[in-house]
């Protein structure tokens, strides 16, 4: 199962790359979601996995019964999709407001509208 | 979005959604849930509001300004892990008070609650705060 | 207390920005006192001190071999006068020169700054102390050769002289970290005793080529000797000063200082004496063809500062006392002609020899200056100049014969220029030209006169009375070549063969002159071809136009192409490091997949592939929600049931966010070239191949134990919850949960302020 | 124990919190933003002094042991860099009195302000790996938005390109940080670094070096290093100048330090590959940053690509690997930081008044604004290294390593980096300074005499008297910055430090 996960994890960076390598901006913000996706994954399952025992200690017990899932990647990742809720935000509104600025979607005319403010001329 | 049913699902949906998000901050200690869940949840069910009634009503039936809500959330998490420093701790230690409820196991009320309560708090705003601005701006 | 003599100039240069704003006109004789008092100090020290010199040594870095170290050595104290004595008069004539001038403040505050800061070259006793001074002179003859800073060409000069001897200066500093490393000391008079560990390692050759670039750049030596007349932008007094008589002797002092440490080498020897006498005979000859008085002059100091490096080569007694002797009456007979030659520019509003002339009789004293410092240059018995010619044919004429050769070509041109400076403008019938400016001429105001009267009178003196400084030569000579020597200086010989050779030069030296106006014409087509300053152009063209090339190349403003250069060398680096280390390595226990888990991962490999190639936006956004909806249930079924709710609700969330934007927004576009395409599907794949045998590995490496199991056992008993993931967040991890929402509140503040923000026109964004 | 070490993190938080508090009245929040900065620096102040007499402080949060909590370290690098952090929201701070307008300060320019403080800080003090992330995130956000706020064309242009580029970084980041955990099974630095130094098999190894390269990928774009700098000369000059200040002097240098950090105590099994590796990166990083300087025509594109190339400078210690060499570069970050914060202010100054940063259209202002010639003259030439300024002892301590360390090439390149650097700053004293301004063309309006306030210089004067007094105190700061390079080529002290009686 962990090779399987470890190919979709594969899988999704691809993807992910592959859409941030484009000129429109909301593809490369999809991208970005999918990146983030994929490396969530890749430290919910480097880790090791197990199925099914939740980290939570049972009602009669004082101390977590073995085997159970690892707590700590599930905390580090739960953190990192809060994170990435909170880019993901900003990025949308900053595409938006980018596309209305400029009226274009693509970045390469963003980047002939800002010519003289931008980069080399 | 003016679906008729859709918002009187709603009107009777959201009550019961905030009390749901309630629940969920609550058992969040021993159970599944906590500060994150509730918050979106209860963020959740105002979303649902928005679309239904305009980020107008549903800012009235927040009735305050989400920044305060966040900007409060932030102070509350932050003098929770301020409270251990007066007594000498590090910053963020557990301090425990013992509640006793009778006929049960003693609750256990600390520090980390009021930080949950931040989370639980900065959570709710901010998501808000995207849905409102969102449906207002774009 | 005797550094802050050395000091005095820099706080002086304060006060003379203050000084210059409340009191234009007296501002110059007022600060020409600090160079006077300094000159009676250090006369006073060479004359009673030298046997025994005073040194210093106060602490300042002493962790990187930086100590506030001076030596008032003969050698630091002959240049120390010849700077402050030359430094008083060039005060005393800037005073008239720039007389009511708009930057007068400036100027001094430059001037000052450049003098301090020589007196601490050549005082210094601490290598890194020295470099420092070093480099201050050249920032502030930076500041003065730009001192006209309205024209290119000043900027132009300016900019060349900084970066020539900036180059030498960094090299240097190489060098001398080189000599301190090697020799574990950064002091100079401890350096002297470990000359032999320097000279016997094997980076003695690397360092002494490092240390002679800084010394070749700042004394304008060939190939580097360009700057020097484009330097003559400066203001005159600025080029007698630093350009004649102090600066481009910097480099000089130094191998004089090296010689100790470093000289008696073969190397020493070879590099130095053949640099030497080529700027000897290039300076010669580029002087003759000149027209403008300053170039003239500049040219020469050239073949002049050729000459004293190339006696410094051969290093011994003999040839250490020629350059002593030459530097000094140098410095008198430049300085004072450099001086004349402003006055003449300041008087008659040209510089040019073929249009000067008839001077002598509105400008008497100035003429006959003109002709004593002339005749001192042309070494005409009994100026000094007479003299330093004397001792200098006496060395050479040991030498090699290519070197005799070049040293008497030098003298010969010597002989034309100063006959060219003394005759031209003052005693040749003057030129007629219609608008000639020459009517109004007199006579230069006293304090531009004072400098050259005295400097070339001082000439005339020494000559006069050579032997009576014997023992101040000896003096230096001997902490040059920190031994003692037994030197005397006399005016007359006999008909020795340096004075025949010494009276041929001046014979061919009148008869050439004659010749100059035709010889000039000949000797400016020389100098139209290619020279050492075409191929600095050159290089530093090359350079820009690299440079330009290289960033246009790499910040072409495409975001796509900097993605895929970051990613390309992050995967490549990353992969190449696992494959070629062999870090491959697969987990030994595996738990068996089960369908609908493979069901899950089909989805989401299918939505993923879907949301590539998806022509409208509402199917890549919903591509992008399966993929988080499976992936929320594949986090339940491997035991995370709160990372499933959360990232249930939070796709949901992002899924309206995009819904809402994406209606506003325009259709998808591929604009893409199918080139394009295939190359990034190629970086795709080799990424996605990348980070699955990343995963596989650090399966396949678990080497320790996770620290969880602390979670599991305290999270009830002393953070009070069951649910440990909880625990973690909001105890034993609770800093990174404060961090997490605080970066979600300014996400929300930045998408109310994103969103918000309105572009008022004419909003002012300077708020008092 | 001290709580003091949370200090430099809360208070921007707090005073973050509180402007964010007062979005009604941005008076309030201009008086709320510089009281922070004060009340932040004078912390800093302590909590340097205290580190410099304990060495090395230590804070569990949370009172969780090490590894299991989260643990604050100040050692001497932490403590210098959040001081310098503090001294730069001081001077930046008082400056954006004058530079920020109504409107930015309305949408949460002092919040944002304290917010990024609060991150660079964390990332300075903490000793988890994970929690940097969090840091990191912080500082980041923050600085996408101020990077953003104000929503101009070019503006938008340069943000994009930044976000997209450090979401990135940041996904890079993580996936390592998940492998590394899969490996070692532990966050904690100190930990990570007794854990790596008990691995022998070579499978492991390579693994940790692979690791190391995405690691380095991951700061290494937040440092800007080469190939990965292109988002910093990209947007940095299209924020305000105060924006860009604070960016220039803080945020490239959170990557450095945290590369220094790991590449001393985590990632030092393998240095004959990793070191090297970075030295040949920061040669290219010194070249490629300073001809971009060169050929630049604009007053703030100059100075971002003199970031780049200042960059390579600061690995260049860490590639050599040395306790000199990580001296020269913990004394050129701080050289560094306050020097280019104050380019940077001051070519808002220039940019004020010349209505323009193009170069060619500037001029005439050593003429017009002596004062702020100068005070452009003390960072420009202590950025081309001209002695007795702070810039000449960075460069002559790293030059010196590296030739004791035999490495001539590079030495060689430094040497050749450091007179183009003073080339492109004396260009900009050419353009801007020197040559005559140019005449109005008739399309610009005439305006009338501009006036500078003090909010305006005096965080300069602040910053240039600093360059100057580092200079000519050489001797006791450069024996901090040696102490600290010791400190961090022996880390064990740290580790025990850290993990207590483990």
């Known amino acids: 199962m962990e090779i399987i996960l470890a190919i979709m994890i594969g899988g999704l960076y691809a993807a992910a790359v592959y859409m941030i390598l484009r000129r429109s901006l909301v593809k490369i913000l999809i991208g970005i979601v999918l990146l983030s996706q994929a490396t969530n994954m890749l430290i919910f399952v480097s880790s090791g996995i197990t199925r099914g025992n939740s980290p939570v200690i049972k009602a009669e017990e004082t101390v977590l019964s073995q085997p159970h899932a690892d707590p700590l990647p599930q905390a580090l990742v739960l953190t990192a999709i809060v994170i990435s809720f909170g880019l993901t935000a900003f990025a949308l509104a900053l595409t938006y407001r980018a596309y209305k600025s400029v009226k274009t979607d693509d970045l390469d005319k963003l980047r002939s509208a800002a010519m003289g403010g931008e980069e080399n001329v | 979005m003016n679906s008729f049913i859709l918002r009187v699902t709603i009107r009777y949906l959201l009550p019961l959604l905030l009390l749901f998000s309630i629940y969920t901050f609550l058992r969040g200690h021993n159970e599944p849930g906590g500060g994150f869940a509730a918050g979106l949840i209860a963020a959740a069910s105002l979303s649902l509001y928005t679309i239904a009634y305009g980020a107008k009503r549903a800012r009235q039936v927040l009735s305050i300004d989400p920044r305060f809500l966040i900007g409060s959330g932030l102070l509350l998490a932050l003098i929770s892990g301020l409270i251990p420093i007066l007594m000498g701790k590090p910053f963020l230690s557990g301090v425990w008070l013992k509640i006793p409820i009778p006929r049960n196991t003693p609750f256990d009320i600390g520090t980390p609650f009021f930080f949950d309560l931040g989370v639980f708090f900065v959570v709710a705003g901010v998501t808000l705060m995207f849905v409102f601005i969102f449906e207002e701006e774009i | ?768 | 124990m001290t709580n003091l070490l949370v200090a430099p993190i809360l208070i921007p938080m707090l005073f973050g919190i509180l402007c964010l508090l007062s979005f009604k009245s941005t008076r309030l929040q201009r008086i709320l933003g510089f009281v922070g900065t004060i009340v932040l620096f004078c912390a800093s102040l302590g909590l340097f002094f205290l580190t410099l007499k304990h060495e090395i402080l230590v804070l569990h949060i949370g009172s969780w042991p090490a590894p299991y909590g989260i643990t604050l370290v100040s050692d001497l690098f932490s403590a210098i860099m959040q001081l310098l952090t503090s001294i730069v929201g001081l001077a930046v701070g008082w400056y954006s009195l004058a530079m920020i307008g109504e409107q930015r300060t309305a949408f949460g320019f002092y919040a944002l302000f304290h917010f990024l403080l609060m991150g660079v800080n964390g990332s300075f003090l903490t000793a988890d790996i994970f929690n940097l992330y969090v840091w990191f995130e912080v500082m980041l956000i923050s600085s996408f938005v101020m990077m953003a706020l104000g929503g101009e064309r070019a503006q938008m242009a340069g943000a994009l390109k930044y976000v997209v580029i450090n979401l990135i970084s940041s996904a890079i980041f993580l996936a390592a940080l998940g492998i590394l955990y899969g490996i070692a099974g532990t966050l904690n630095m100190a930990d990570l670094a007794v854990k790596f130094s008990q691995i022998d098999s070579n499978s492991s190894r390579a693994l940790i070096s692979a690791l190391a390269v995405l690691f380095l990928a991951a700061f290494g774009i937040k440092a800007a290093i080469f190939p990965l700098f292109f988002w910093l000369p990209a947007s940095y000059h299209t924020p305000p100048a105060a924006i860009a200040a604070v960016f220039s002097g803080l945020l490239t240098k959170v990557g450095v330090y945290a590369l220094i950090r790991v590449f001393t105590l985590i990632f030092i099994q393998d240095t004959g590959f990793t070191h090297t590796l970075i030295l040949v990166l920061s040669c290219l990083t010194m070249l490629i940053g300073v001809f971009g300087a060169m050929v630049q025509h604009e007053f703030r594109r100059v100075l971002s690509f003199h970031i780049v190339s200042q960059i390579g400078y600061m690995l260049m210690g860490l590639g050599l690997f040395t306790p000199l060499a990580l001296a020269a570069s913990v004394f050129y970050i701080m050289h560094h930081i306050l020097v280019k914060t104050n380019l940077f202010l001051v070519s808002g100054v220039v940019e004020y008044l010349g209505k323009t940063a193009d170069l060619n259209k500037l001029g005439g202002l050593y003429r017009s604004q002596p004062l702020l010639a100068i005070l452009f003259l003390i960072p420009a030439m202590s950025l081309a290294g001209i002695p007795p300024l702070s810039g000449f002892f960075a460069k002559f301590n790293l030059i010196k390593t590296g030739l004791l360390e035999s490495q001539y090439w590079v030495v060689g390149i430094a040497l050749i980096v450091s007179l183009f650097t003073l080339y492109s700053m004396i260009k900009l004293w050419n353009q801007a300074f020197w040559k005559p301004a140019p005449p109005l063309s008739p399309d610009v309006p005439v305006v009338q005499e501009k006036v500078l306030c003090k909010p305006m210089i005096l965080p300069i004067v602040l910053l240039a008297s600093l360059t100057i007094l580092v200079g000519v105190g050489i001797g006791p700061v450069f024996e901090i910055a040696m102490r600290t390079g010791v400190q961090l080529f022996e880390p064990a002290r740290y580790i025990t430090a850290v993990l207590g009686g483990l």
């Not at chain 3, 025994?52 to 002959?78: C, K, Q, T, Y």
């Not at chain 3, 006793?125 to 800073?149: A, P, Q």
């Not at chain 3, 035709?518 to 071809?529: A, E, M, V």
């Not at chain 3, 259709?667 to 070239?673: C, E, G, H, V």
């Open chain 3, 1 to 768: 207390m005797t550094s802050l003599v050395v000091f005095a100039g820099f706080f002086a240069a304060l006060f003379a920005l203050w000084l210059t704003k409340k009191w234009r006109t007296r501002a110059g004789l007022i600060l020409s006192v600090l160079p006077f008092l300094q000159v009676v100090f250090f006369l006073y020290l060479l004359f009673t001190k030298t046997a025994e010199p005073v040194r210093m040594n106060l602490p300042w870095g002493d962790i990187i071999g930086l100590s506030l170290a001076f030596n008032f050595d003969g050698l630091g104290l002959l240049f120390a006068v010849l700077i402050s004595g030359i430094g008083f008069f060039v005060c005393l004539y800037a005073s008239g020169y720039l007389k009511g001038h708009q930057d007068l403040g400036r100027f001094y505050f430059w001037l000052f700054i450049f003098m301090a800061s020589m007196l601490g070259v050549v005082l210094s006793d601490n290598l890194i102390l020295l470099f420092i001074f070093w480099e201050l002179t050249s920032l502030s003859s930076f500041f003065l050769i730009g001192f006209k800073h309205d024209e290119q060409r000043s900027r132009d000069a300016a900019l060349q002289a900084l970066l020539v001897t900036g180059l030498g200066g960094l090299a240097m500093l190489a060098g001398f970290v080189l000599i301190g490393e090697i020799s574990g000391t950064y002091v100079i008079s401890e350096l002297f005793h470990s000359g032999h560990l320097l000279r016997e390692s094997t980076l003695y050759l690397p360092a002494l080529i490092l240390v002679l670039a800084g010394a070749f750049t700042k004394s304008a030596q060939f190939p580097f000797h360009f700057w020097l007349p484009n330097a003559m932008e400066a203001p005159t007094p600025v080029s007698a000063y630093l350009h004649s008589a102090t600066m481009v002797k910097a480099g000089v002092y130094l191998l004089a200082r090296l010689l100790p440490i470093m000289g008696g080498t073969a190397e020493w020897q070879n590099i130095i004496v053949v640099v030497g006498a080529i700027t000897t005979v290039i300076g010669a000859i580029l002087a003759l063809g000149q027209t403008d008085l300053k170039r003239l002059l500049a040219y020469s100091t050239v073949s002049a500062l050729g000459t004293m490096t190339m006696l410094l080569g051969y290093g011994d007694t003999l040839a250490v006392k020629a350059c002593i002797i030459f530097i000094t009456a140098h410095a008198f007979y430049k300085g004072a002609l450099f001086m004349i030659a402003g006055s003449i520019d300041h008087e008659a509003g040209t510089r040019d020899i073929r249009f000067l002339g008839g001077l002598a009789k509105k400008m008497p004293v100035t003429a006959v200056t003109a002709a004593v410092a002339a005749l001192s240059m042309a070494g005409v018995i009994p100026f000094f100049g007479f003299v330093a010619k004397e001792v200098l044919y006496e060395r050479v004429l040991q030498a090699n014969l290519w070197v005799l050769a070049a040293v008497v070509f030098a003298a010969f041109a010597n002989v034309i220029v100063a006959i060219l400076i003394c005759i031209n403008p003052f005693w040749r019938r003057p030129v007629e030209i219609s608008d000639s400016p020459l009517k109004t001429i007199h006579e230069a105001p006293v304090a531009m006169l004072t400098g050259p009267i005295v400097l070339a009178f001082i000439g005339l003196m020494v000559g006069v009375f050579a032997s009576g400084s014997g023992e101040i030569i000896k003096a230096v000579v001997s902490a040059t070549v920190q031994q003692s020597v037994n030197i005397k200086l006399a005016l007359w010989h006999g008909l020795t063969p340096p004075f025949i050779l010494s009276l041929l030069t001046l014979i061919a030296g009148f008869g050439v002159y004659f010749l100059i106006p035709y010889l000039r014409i000949l000797l400016q087509k020389l100098y139209r071809l290619p020279g050492p300053e075409k191929i600095y152009q050159l290089s530093w063209q090359f350079t820009l136009r690299f440079a330009s090339i290289i960033i246009d190349k790499l910040q072409n403003g495409y975001l796509r192409y900097y993605l895929s250069t970051i990613i390309i060398s992050v995967i490549g680096g990353a992969g190449l490091t696992l494959l070629l280390k062999g870090g491959l390595q697969l987990p030994e226990q595996l738990l068996a997949p089960r369908f609908y888990e493979i069901g899950l991962v089909l989805i989401v490999l299918i939505a993923a592939f879907y949301a590539t190639i998806a022509k409208s936006r509402l199917a890549a956004v919903a591509s992008m929600g399966a993929i988080g909806f499976s992936i929320s249930i594949l986090y339940l079924l491997f035991g995370a049931p709160d990372l499933s709710m959360t990232q249930f609700l939070i796709e949901s969330l992002t899924v309206i966010l995009f819904v809402v934007a994406f209606y506003h927004m325009p259709r998808f576009a591929d604009f893409s070239s199918p080139h394009a395409r295939v190359r990034d599907v190629f970086i795709a794949l080799f990424t996605g191949a990348l980070m699955t045998v990343l995963v596989m590995s650090s399966l396949g490496n678990r080497i320790f134990p996770p620290i969880s199991q602390y979670y599991a056992e305290n999270a009830y008993l002393l953070g009070h919850g069951r649910n440990v993931v909880n625990v973690i967040l909001i105890d034993f991890r609770g800093i990174d949960t404060l961090g997490e929402i605080t970066v979600l509140s300014i996400a929300a503040l930045g998408v109310f302020a994103l969103l918000k923000y309105r572009n008022r026109k004419g909003s002012k964004e300077i708020s008092k």
